[in-house]
């Protein structure tokens, strides 16, 4: 008893590709749902990303490359600067370019989509928003976590 192939399709026999097993037992060229370490950042690629430092800056780009340290480079990159008064938060971005960050100053990093002005989020000038931050006196943050050690 013979099958007819379908149309379109070869005659021969196709054999699935062979999957080569490293001596681990995993197959070459798997990729697992989590990456560890550093490695995780590869979902992240080319993608806009807010990342927050240890000195509280907040840097916006797009991530280009990063190695085994998670030292990034950002294409496009600015610092976002940021003041909320009366329940409305306002920001500027002042451009950067290219930029590479060092991963041991990084606290915390995620996407970030185009932000739309809203009645609660506005985009303002430079200058407006330091003249914001010199009334509102929250210019400055105090780093200095001893201060409240002393007796």
Known sequence: MSQK?????????????????????VPYGYVPAYLPGSASLVEELDKQLMIVLRDGRHLVGKLRSFDQFSNMVMEDASERHMCCKDGVSYYCDVPLGLYVVRG????????????????????????????????????????????????
């Not at 379109?8 to 062979?18: G, L």
């Not at 009645?119 to 210019?139: A, N, P, Q, W, Y």
């Open 5 to 25: 192939a379908p149309k379109n399709y070869s005659s021969r026999a196709r054999t699935p590709p062979s999957t080569s097993i490293a001596p681990s037992g």
């Open 104 to 151: 041991d100053s990084m606290v915390l990093l995620g996407q970030v989509g185009d932000i739309l002005n809203t009645d609660r989020i506005k985009k303002v000038d430079k200058e407006v928003l330091d003249k914001m931050l010199e009334e509102s006196g929250s210019g400055e943050l105090n780093w200095d976590f001893d201060t409240d050690l002393t007796a």
